[in-house]
């Protein structure tokens, strides 16, 4: 009740903010690297790439693996709605990766969410992004994510360079029937999903080697009906998972739905923390503090019959084992890392908690876990082959 | 008088934010008018647009019908007499803002009508450079999603100090032999060049910043005219450019005392940064003749 504001709402800075620095006060190797509360909730990739959007930038990728080149040939290739600021797949990631994977082609990109024109730019085989004025005439193949297809069509110039390039390949579409229009392919859930990106993966790295591994169930995302973190408090055993401290962290949506959360929590007597939207940044240190991280998101409810959440490849990259709900899209790659949950189903919750509740060093011999098994470049060069190999003539 | 206010604006989805950047007293008042007297362009006078933006994080796009209507507001009105921010008097603000007076009239007896608005921006030359050395992470961000390009007007530094020194409002600190006025000329000659430096930094993350030269308005106002058109890739419209010649006021050069030179150039900082004021084609001459005659 003490984080009610005057007119009786949660008051999300309260909340946070405590949230926050009790986990400060509770882990002291998360201080030590996160020493002030602005830092968490200010060093957003948008704030901190802002550069990459407005000027050329050299890019200094740390890449794991050797990327193999998969076509020598001059191609012309345009990724559609790929953000500037963050270096994740669906970002940066993947045209900088084209670009060396392609090093004789022409590798463009757009960033398309605003009302106005697309802002293009070019990627070079040196690590290179600068801004473009416009579109080239025509692309040998278009990657496109979201509804950017259809964004595309509706632009008489956009509409024209679709109509003239080669074919095009719709690698995200969220399961939604609105932005499955006009492409040639589109990839399954299952066949696309993101992992730990480079710049995450560096941040992290080195907490991953100084953190011990806490009793923590960390639910990462908004706070909202559509993620179902209220079910998940209402199925969970507060007996079977006594001694371990639920994180909840993503911005507070829904406010009324926070307040059922917390209502149930308490009536619990569970151990929580809200710690709001934090930096991506901060979110990879938490991973790497947490034995289990709990997605029991459940997408139908916003016309989604599924989905692969960018968190749980986040996780599994911190060295997390995932609880999901079934109406999440796990990989059958990524299955050893997941346990998979009925929430429909009495009980089936528990079951599986039970498993790996105070169990984590077993879980992961048990199951054969190497981390780090399957990374970011594997997925970049899957990517490419699966949406260029049936039209281009590709080396692997 | 009632120009352009019925009149229905159409703004490009492909339009381009021009982000004034530079020091104060460089003649971008005047440029300003001149260029929110273009068909295709809306420039604002002194609205604060990036500032209010970043201080209260709102997104440069979204407010961007603030500009357009300040724009339309200015050509109307006359920013000689109008101006949202300024409490001085009518008298004063047309002694210190001599250029670019009566754009609205100009406009209307040229036959110049508003077409497709593909250019919009805010007049602010030295408060966007000082908003971008207090945020410049905010501002980067605020820029990320806009099409923008950097448009700064310069100037030789003699003249940029004596105009600023010119509009203090105390006359005896205006007095060159006065103890005083050399400490005031001090600070300004700091704070143009601060504002400046911070310009150039702002035109080195821009693929292609559009640096236009003061000098090159008072010689040839009509070549300055067509360059814009050229750069801004605006078709040529002979209207406009004869607008900007008609308009340019000519004003001879103010001549700096060895004493207020020696203020200018023995600031900390002024070599390097008069330097990279040349690689933009700024000589100015007082201070090549003043360093030759008292070498450093």
């Known amino acids: 009740m003490i984080y009610k504001s005057k007119n009786g709402e949660i008051d999300e800075a309260l909340l946070c903010n405590e949230g926050i620095s009790h986990i400060f006060s509770r882990y002291s190797a998360l201080k030590n690297r996160w020493p002030t509360l602005a830092e968490v909730q200010r060093n957003m990739p948008k704030m901190r790439n802002a550069k990459n959007a407005i000027a050329p930038v050299e890019h200094d990728v740390n890449y794991k693996k050797k990327i193999p080149t998969l076509s020598e040939e001059k191609l012309n290739i345009l990724f559609s709605h790929f953000s500037p600021f963050k270096y994740e797949v669906e970002g940066l990631g993947l045209p900088l990766y084209a670009a060396k994977a392609f090093p004789n082609s022409t590798i463009h990109f757009t960033y398309d969410k605003h009302e106005t024109n697309p802002l293009i730019f070019e990627a070079t085989k040196e690590g290179k992004t600068s801004r473009i004025n416009g579109y080239l005439e025509k692309y040998d193949a278009v990657i496109a994510r979201s509804n950017v297809l259809v964004k595309m069509q509706n632009r008489a110039t956009d509409k024209l360079v679709l109509d003239n390039s080669g074919p095009k390949v719709l690698i995200k579409h969220m399961s939604l029937q609105s932005n499955m229009k006009f492409a040639d392919l589109y990839f399954n859930e299952e066949d696309f999903y993101p992992l730990l990106d480079p710049e995450c993966r560096d941040s992290v790295a080195g907490s991953l ?152 060093d077993d879980v992961v011999k048990d199951r054969g876990i190497v981390w780090d098994e399957i990374i970011f470049e594997d997925i970049c060069q899957k990517t490419l082959v699966d949406a260029l190999g049936d039209h281009l003539d590709l080396k692997v | ?65 603030i500009v357009i209507q300040a724009a339309i507001n200015d050509l109307c009105t006359g920013v000689e007499k109008y101006s949202i921010s300024d409490s001085q008097s009518l008298s004063r603000r047309k002694k210190i803002q001599r250029g670019g007076v009566d754009m609205g009239s100009h406009f209307e007896s040229a036959g110049l009508k508003k077409e497709l608005i593909q250019y919009v921006g805010d007049k602010k030359q030295g408060g966007n450079s000082r908003v971008f ?51 005031l000329l001090d600070e300004i000659c700091k704070k143009f060049m601060s504002e400046m430096v911070a310009s150039f930094a702002i035109c080195e993350l821009s693929n292609n910043p559009l640096i236009l030269c003061y000098e090159d308005l008072m010689n040839d106002s009509y070549g300055f005219a067509r360059n ?49 004021l040349k690689k933009y084609g700024i000589v100015d001459e007082y201070v090549e003749k003043y360093i030759k005659e008292f070498p450093r």
């Open chain 2, 133 to 183: 050395f207090e945020h410049p992470y905010i501002f980067m961000e605020k820029f990320a999603n806009v099409r923008w390009r950097p448009i700064s007007i310069v100037r030789r530094p003699s003249q940029i100090m004596l105009s600023s020194f010119n509009c203090i409002p105390d006359a005896k600190l205006r007095d060159p032999h006065d103890t005083k006025s050399l400490k």
């Open chain 1, 209 to 360: 080697d100084k953190f011990n591994k806490e009793k923590i169930i960390l639910l990462p995302g908004t706070l909202w009906s559509v993620k179902t973190q209220l079910d998940f408090i209402r199925q969970v055993d507060s007996k079977l998972i006594k001694g371990y401290h639920i994180i909840f962290v993503g911005p507070l949506r829904d406010k009324g739905y926070v307040q059922k959360i917390i209502s149930e929590c308490d009536k619990k007597d569970l151990d929580y923390s809200f710690l709001g939207n934090v930096s991506d940044l901060f979110l990879m240190d938490l991973f790497a503090l947490s034995e289990i991280v709990a997605i029991p998101m459940d997408p139908k409810d916003c016309g989604q019959p599924g989905g692969y959440p960018r968190v749980l490849g986040e996780a599994i990259g911190c060295r997390c084992i995932c609880v999901c709900a079934k109406t999440v899209t796990v990989p059958p790659a990524l299955s050893k890392y997941c346990l998979s949950y009925d929430h429909h189903l009495e009980n089936e919750l528990n079951n599986k908690l039970s498993d790996i509740i105070d169990k984590y």
């Open chain 2, 1 to 65: 008088m009632v120009l352009v206010a019925d009149v229905e604006l159409t703004l490009s989805n492909d339009f381009t934010y021009l982000l004034f950047i530079g020091a104060g007293r460089t003649g971008s008042s005047a440029v300003g008018q001149m260029l929110n007297a273009h068909p295709n362009i809306c420039v604002s006078n002194e609205t604060r647009h990036v500032r209010k933006c970043i201080e209260n994080d709102l997104e440069i796009c979204d407010t961007i019908d």
């Open chain 2, 228 to 276: 814009i058109e050229e750069s801004l890739k605006l078709k040529h419209n002979d209207k406009w450019c004869n607008l900007v010649s008609n308009t340019t006021t000519k004003f001879e050069d103010r001549i700096p005392t060895n004493k207020q030179l020696n203020v200018l150039v023995s600031n900390p900082g002024f070599e390097s940064f008069y330097q990279r």
